[in-house]
């Protein structure tokens, strides 16, 4: 139900962020809704919407995965 409510949304938000790295967007995708999963408290509606906690999770993700990328080899 998470995926079908929130995947969609989730990816065209990614995609933006990843410059159209439809490969790369869709492992963050999975990775973020994975820890939506693993974390069932975030999900409480008490919280608040889910999908700003979405995008900020997502949104981390790409930035770990832009300095993984320009980290610089010995650093």
Do not use: K, N
Request: with cysteine; aromatic share 6%; proline share 7%.
């Amino acid at each position: 139900m998470l995926y079908a409510d929130h995947a969609a949304a989730l990816l065209g938000f990614v995609s933006c962020l990843t410059g159209s790295d439809m490969a790369l967007a869709e492992d963050v995708v999975q990775e973020t809704l994975l820890r939506a999963w693993r974390h069932p408290e975030a999900l409480d509606p008490a919280r608040g919407p889910i999908r700003p906690w979405l995008r900020t999770i997502a949104g981390r993700l790409v930035i770990d995965q832009y300095r993984h990328r320009v980290r610089v080899p010995g650093r």
